[in-house]
Each structure stands twice: as structure tokens, then as C-alpha cells.
């Protein structure tokens, strides 16, 4: 894996400490249910925030309603102080990308096609252009190819860039969706669970991927169980409880809260565990989501599924 990612003319780098995303009074009903009760959270430049909390507990649906695919019943999300729309093409293209829990890659494109998806937010070559294939077609197919590269490069798959993403080992089928979401050339990045089913080296290297990317400017906010990567990692924690926000600060903070060690963590932080199971409470999830692929099976379909995960 390299440590770079070549610059890019991109809408990205923020300055550090100057605010990305913004959510603020963030409420979200389904029917009778309050998934997310008004939680506020800022993301600054330059920093890793973790969102932690027991299964359930409104991560996904927060995601969710950052990235435009549901529509809070109540407040705001900007970026760079601009209220984002609730569409996620939208969004994408304002400068927030996103990984899924239950991975969605194309499996029967090859690694290198599945990251050129990634891009069309950022070509600007329209369907006359793609219909009658002049020059400046070809120009921005090449410079988009070299991109892609790039990013498999940075994210150690360049090897395997004409492979079926089907045919990748899970892991890689992981650090294949974060190449796919880089190439939107984002300014912040969303990961769901990017190190759900991994063994400890896998994870290891996906905490390094997370590092190279905050220092090529891009801010991240990442969900995740494994409370030895988060706390490794982050600024800044988060933790959301049954909806609320319960706390958040460092992860000393965090890790040494008296409610979050009886609402999630179950005994304190010893900095020691590799994996879920030992950091958080009986219903936290097993090492690899519901209806993730085990390693090197292959997602069913070309389509990328359609649960909100
Ligand atoms: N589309 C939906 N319709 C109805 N209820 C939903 C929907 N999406 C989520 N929920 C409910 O909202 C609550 C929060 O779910 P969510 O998936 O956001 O939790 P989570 O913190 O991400 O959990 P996990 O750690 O298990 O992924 C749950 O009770 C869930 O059943």
C-alpha cells in the first residue's frame, strides 16, 4: 500500500478544525419508532470522529440521514456550511462519500471498473459526450483509469485490478469499497463497520488505510464495534445509546464513562481486545455483519443491494 494519494483538483481538503459537516437537531421516526432523537454532531477537518454504540442504537440511521438516503423527520446536516439536500447523488457530489455495512459492490465488474463507478460524480463528460466518443471522451476516460489506479494503488489492490470484485477475498472486497467511495474524491468519508469480518491483520492495515487517507486531508467519520480501532484511531468519539447521544469526547473520555461503560462497553476499556465480542455487550454483533459474505464468496448479484445497511 502506498501512503499518498496524488493530489487532485478536488473540492476536499478543509483546513483543520474548520467545521465539514454539521448535523444538528437530527430526529428520525419510522412510524412509531424514534430511531435518532435529536442528536447534534460535528465533524472538523482534519479529524477521525467515531460513532459507537449498542445494536440498534440509531448508528446506521444517522448515517443514513447524513448521506440523503433517508430524510430526517426533523433538522439539518450541512457541509462547509451549506444545508446539503436529502438526495444522495447530491451529497456525494457536495464532498461526502460512504462505505456500506453489507457491502455493495458490482460483483461481476472487474476491481478497476467498480472504482471508475466511483468517478462519475466527477467526470463531466455527458451522454453526447459517451454516445459519440470524441476527444474529450477519451481524455477524461484516461484520466479517470489513471485515478482509479491511483486509488488501488493507495489501497494496496492494484495487482488485482482486473479480478471479478466477486472473486476477492472479503477483506479486500472491504478496502474495494473504500477505493470505490475515494474516487468520488471526497472531503469527508463515512465507513459503516469497515472492519466487520476481519481477522486482527486485516484490521490492522485497514487503521493504517484509515491514517493515510485523514493525512491526505480527507476527514472521516467511521462506525465500528472493534473498540480497539476506535480508540486507536479517533479524535473524537461519539456514542450514541437508543437513539440519544449519550457522550462524546476523547476516547479517554469516552472509554473511562461510568454510562458508557454500563450502556455499551460492559466493563472498562483494557485496551486489549482484538475484536467486538470482548469490548462490547452480549448484543453486539458477531465479527462479520448479517448477510456479509464470508471470505472469498461472492455477492449474488451484479446489482448492489438494496437495504439501507
Ligand atoms: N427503514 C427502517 N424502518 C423501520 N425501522 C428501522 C429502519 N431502519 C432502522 N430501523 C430501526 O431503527 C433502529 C436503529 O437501527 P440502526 O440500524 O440504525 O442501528 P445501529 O446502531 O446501526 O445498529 P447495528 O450496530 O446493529 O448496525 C432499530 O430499532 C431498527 O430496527
Known amino acids: 500500500m502506498t501512503t499518498t494519494i496524488p493530489q487532485q483538483p478536488t473540492p476536499a481538503s478543509a483546513g483543520p ?9 437530527v430526529i428520525m421516526r419510522f412510524g412509531g419508532l424514534t430511531a435518532v432523537r435529536d442528536v447534534s454532531l460535528t465533524v472538523n477537518g482534519g479529524e477521525i470522529v467515531g460513532l459507537i454504540g449498542p445494536n440498534g442504537a440509531g448508528k446506521t440511521t444517522f448515517f443514513n440521514c447524513l448521506t440523503g438516503l433517508y430524510v430526517p423527520t426533523e433538522g439539518t446536516v450541512s457541509y462547509r456550511g451549506t444545508v446539503l439536500p436529502p438526495k444522495p447523488h447530491l451529497v456525494t457530489q457536495a464532498g461526502i462519500a460512504r462505505t456500506f455495512q453489507n457491502i455493495r459492490l458490482f ?76 474516487a468520488s474524491e471526497p472531503g469527508l468519508l463515512l465507513l459503516d463497520e469497515p472492519t466487520a469480518g476481519m481477522n486482527p491483520q486485516e484490521t490492522r492495515a485497514t487503521e493504517e488505510l484509515v491514517f493515510a487517507i485523514r493525512d491526505q ?93
Open 17 to 25: 478544525k474548520q467545521a465539514l459537516l454539521e448535523a444538528s437537531g
Open 217 to 309: 486531508g480527507i476527514a472521516v467519520l467511521v462506525i465500528e464495534h472493534d473498540m480497539r480501532f476506535i480508540f486507536n484511531l479517533c479524535d473524537r468519539v461519539a456514542v450514541l445509546v437508543q437513539g440519544e447521544k449519550l457522550v462524546e469526547g476523547s476516547s479517554e473520555v469516552v472509554q473511562n464513562d461510568e454510562r458508557v461503560i454500563a450502556a455499551y462497553l460492559g466493563e472498562p476499556f483494557e485496551g486489549t481486545p482484538q475484536s467486538a465480542p470482548e469490548a462490547a455487550p452480549a448484543d453486539a454483533p458477531e465479527s462479520a455483519p448479517a448477510g456479509a459474505p464470508d471470505d472469498d464468496e461472492a455477492p449474488e448479484n451484479d446489482e448492489q443491494q438494496e437495504n439501507d445497511k
Open 107 to 182: 460483483a461481476n465488474m472487474t476491481v478497476l471498473e467498480n472504482v471508475l463507478v466511483g468517478r462519475h460524480t466527477r467526470t463531466r463528460e455527458g451522454l453526447f459526450s459517451a454516445i459519440v466518443r470524441g476527444p474529450g471522451f477519451h481524455r477524461a476516460e484516461r484520466a479517470s483509469r489513471e485515478r482509479a489506479m491511483e486509488l488501488l494503488e493507495f489501497t494496496g489492490l492494484a495487482a488485482k485490478a482486473d479480478h471479478l470484485a466477486r472473486n476477492l477475498p472479503y477483506g479486500e472486497q472491504r478496502k474495494l469499497e473504500i477505493a470505490r467511495a475515494l
